[in-house]
């Protein structure tokens, strides 16, 4: 359990087709009684070496006590199986963060359906 930014959830789709891009959500719970800034990073583990992150474009906020606050975020779909490791941190009144916890959730990889001949049109095949 987190001292003050508890990461609850990773809000993601359970597959992804590979080259996708994949949006995910972060919630973060402000555990503590006040306001207090939380940050978060992410990393995928699929296999390769050092782990590649997960762009959140506005990873910190200041979030109200007993709060929860959703982190937007996304990365490309590798051509395996991942697993989304996010982390939390909390800012100090001594001006460092702080790691406070992780949280962690797997995407597999989908796989691709064969096209049916209702997913063609007649005039896509036709010259005029």
């Known amino acids: 359990m987190a001292l003050y930014a508890d990461v609850i959830e990773i809000v993601a789709p359970s597959q992804a087709a590979a080259g996708n891009r994949v949006d ?20 995928l583990e699929y ?6 992150g997960i762009d959140v474009p506005e990873n910190w906020a200041n979030v109200n006590g007993g709060a929860t606050y959703l982190f937007s975020g996304s990365f490309v779909m590798p051509d395996r199986r991942v697993t ?6 909390w800012y100090g009144s001594d001006g460092y963060w702080y790691f406070d916890d992780e949280f962690t959730k797997s995407v597999e990889i989908a796989t691709a359906s064969e096209p049916s001949i209702s997913d063609f049109r007649i005039a896509d095949f036709i010259k005029v």
Do not use: L, Q
């Open 84 to 89: 989304i490791h996010a982390y939390s941190y």
């Open 24 to 43: 995910i959500t972060i919630k973060v719970k402000n555990t503590y009684s006040a306001v207090i800034s939380i940050m978060v990073s992410g990393a």
């Open 47 to 52: 296999g390769v070496s050092p782990w590649p």
